[in-house]
């Protein structure tokens, strides 16, 4: 009886296997998208995604190697930074693995395709470990560290809003101590939300009906689905879209403070060109009042002058007094101060000094990439909330894996451009990089 039960449990397991391999291979086939096309833009965006991790990983190493020419620990932005890079790079690395799992289990799928096989006369390909099982992993290593990547960028562009908007009450909360703090909790909140579906799965050796083999192959345990759904409601969905608004909040605000200070600036540089001009009027209505005061006393010595001339004289003498007045005025005008009106308005912002604008802008342009690179993965995840059939084994299962391609793809690359960023507006950075010694 007992051999009996293992006999029907192990066929009702692969039965059950069976039915969602068909239905995968059936999404694959049918539906809105033929299989050529499905596989030649897997094709392509499995390759570049292995592209921009490679380049993620050499531009992160200079990254990391630069940071640390600076002082991890000299302050609080460093070492977020520094965290940032080590966090990208990670995701990168990760990203390269799945990158290739991705491509050899597509190279798997085409090459045993009966419309390939009957073409070129190829003789059956397998991996010996499934792909899929490998890249599964994988995955999940690059959700641990894309979470990790999210909260560090939301806490580095909240931090600097902060310390614009309250300069003496936040500019020392970003210190190296507290920050270490902050980083490791980010570390051990991201492990967490994925350590369920890594303990759930395995790889194990079972066979496979989609090759007619036994082989090493992804296994799933009966609760993961439960923990999954749960973390994608908690975390998987809500997080992205809180950093989507945050950041975008985060941008108008660190802007406006950038054009409030701008215009300072501009103001202030206008009132000292003006003062400078008004202190040279006068200087010169000096030197004409003492040009009219030895003219007078030419006129009353010089006593063979005729009366017409001494009344021309006078005359002269009257209208110059009003051409000094006219000078003294304008000199009054042009050393005057800004209108408080302006001098208010541009109270409202720190003013911001050119190092810590060219900060603001570098978070402006960090925040901006990461909001663009994050909306792919926000659109599969609200497609997959809202629609039953957008998953792998659904009626949309292909475009659920080509959004899949393009959410990592797009992650990879936000991961591996930080270093132009850094590069541009950090001078700092552009002295200690290695590229410059």
């Given at each position: 009886m007992e051999e009996l039960s293992e006999n029907l449990q192990r066929a009702s397991t692969t039965e059950a296997v069976q039915a969602i391999e068909g239905s995968v291979a059936k999404s694959v086939s049918e539906g809105l998208l033929t299989f050529t096309v499905y596989v030649y833009i897997a094709h392509v965006t499995g390759c570049l995604s292995i592209l921009a991790s490679l380049f993620g990983m050499f531009t992160n190493i200079i990254n990391l190697k630069t940071f640390m020419a600076?002082?991890?620990?000299?302050?609080?932005?460093?070492?977020?930074?520094?965290s940032l890079a080590l966090s990208d790079f990670a995701l990168c690395v990760s990203s390269l693995c799945w990158g290739v799992s991705a491509y050899l289990f597509l190279v798997e799928r085409r090459v045993n395709s009966e419309e390939f096989r009957s073409h070129d006369n190829q003789q059956p390909f397998y991996c010996p470990v499934d792909p899929r099982a490998l890249g599964a992993f994988f995955v999940q290593f690059m959700s641990i560290f894309g979470i990790s990547t999210t909260l560090i960028t939301i806490y580095l562009a909240v931090m600097r809003c902060l310390c614009v908007l309250h300069p003496f009450r936040f500019?020392?909360?970003v210190s190296a101590g507290k920050t270490t703090f902050t980083l490791v909790i980010f570390f051990l909140l991201s492990l967490a939300t994925r350590l369920p579906p890594l303990v759930l799965m395995d790889i194990r050796v079972q066979f496979d009906p989609r090759i007619n083999l036994t082989r090493p192959k992804l296994w799933y345990h009966e609760d993961r689905e439960f923990y999954k759904d749960l973390?994608?409601?908690?975390v998987d969905?809500?997080?992205p879209i809180f950093a989507e608004a945050t950041l975008i909040v985060c941008v108008i605000i660190m802007a406006r403070a950038l054009r409030a200070s701008s215009r300072f600036r501009s103001s202030v540089t206008a009132s000292s060109a003006t003062k400078t001009i008004g202190e040279a009027v006068t200087k010169k209505t000096k030197v004409s009042e003492s040009d009219v005061k030895n003219t007078d006393s030419s006129v009353n010595r010089d006593s063979v002058t005729s009366a017409s001339e001494a009344e021309s004289k006078e005359d002269d003498g009257k209208s110059l007094p009003q051409t000094i007045y006219s000078a003294g005025n304008l000199a009054t005008a042009m050393t005057s101060e800004p209108p408080p009106k302006a001098i208010q308005n541009a109270g409202n912002v720190e003013k911001l000094s050119p190092k810590n604008?060219?900060?603001?802008?570098q978070l402006i342009t960090l925040s901006l990439i990461f909001i663009v690179c994050s909306l792919p993965k926000l659109c599969r995840i609200l497609g997959d909330a809202l629609e039953s059939e957008y998953w792998m084994g659904g009626r949309y299962g292909k475009f659920y894996d080509i959004s899949s391609h393009i959410q990592f793809l797009a992650d990879t690359i936000n991961s591996g451009v930080n270093f132009f960023i850094y590069y541009t507006f950090n001078t700092r950075f552009r002295q200690e990089c290695i590229f410059n010694k």
């Open positions: 600076m002082g991890v620990w000299a302050d609080g932005v460093t070492l977020t930074l520094f500019r020392g909360a973390l994608r409601t908690i969905i809500p997080l604008a060219r900060i603001v802008k």
